[in-house]
């Protein structure tokens, strides 16, 4: 009974030596997850435990989706401290990069409109074929009222 009591500490003593391990090994890291968002950074869906932990791993670190003690989904383009349990005292933090991700096709949103080209009023900016449908219809809207 006491050999079985003591390799059952040592097993535990093991477990918990590498779980250790594992939390010196991702403390402090930087990962970067790319997400859709809106001009005014805030995401179109989230990124929790799941995002973090595939993020984690294709840095070659592996640990559970448990392990993220996220209190709430992150729904905003920022750089968060997000902080791992892997037990009642053995803790890391790792630091996420959330960013906006172009779409192939898809033309990045500016944060304000585009200037027109020197030496042309903005209502010049180009025959209307050439410019997106919603300015072109402002256009002829604006040419309307004249």
């Given at each position: 009974m006491r050999k079985e009591k003591q390799r059952y500490l040592e097993e535990l003593a093991r477990q918990r030596a590498e779980v250790q391990a594992r939390a010196v090994l991702v403390d402090g890291k930087e990962v970067t997850i790319a997400a859709r968002a809106n001009p005014e950074g805030h995401l179109y869906g989230s990124v929790g435990p799941a995002q973090i932990v595939a993020a984690l791993a294709d840095d070659g670190l592996f640990i559970e989706?448990?392990?993220?003690?996220?209190?709430?989904?992150?729904?905003?383009?920022?750089?968060?401290?997000?902080?791992l349990r892997f037990g009642e005292d053995i803790t890391a933090t790792i630091?996420?990069?959330?960013?906006?991700?172009?779409?192939?096709g898809e033309e990045p949103?500016?944060?304000?409109?585009?200037?027109?080209?020197?030496?042309?009023?903005?209502?010049?900016?180009g025959p209307p074929e050439a410019q997106p449908p919603q300015a072109a219809?402002?256009?002829?809207?604006?040419?309307?009222t004249v």
């Open positions: 989706s448990e392990n993220v003690a996220l209190d709430e989904p992150i729904r905003q383009l920022d750089k968060y401290e997000v902080p630091h996420v990069w959330v960013v906006p991700v172009h779409v192939e949103v500016p944060a304000e409109a585009p200037a027109a080209e020197p030496g042309q009023a903005p209502a010049e900016a219809a402002e256009d002829k809207a604006a040419e309307e």
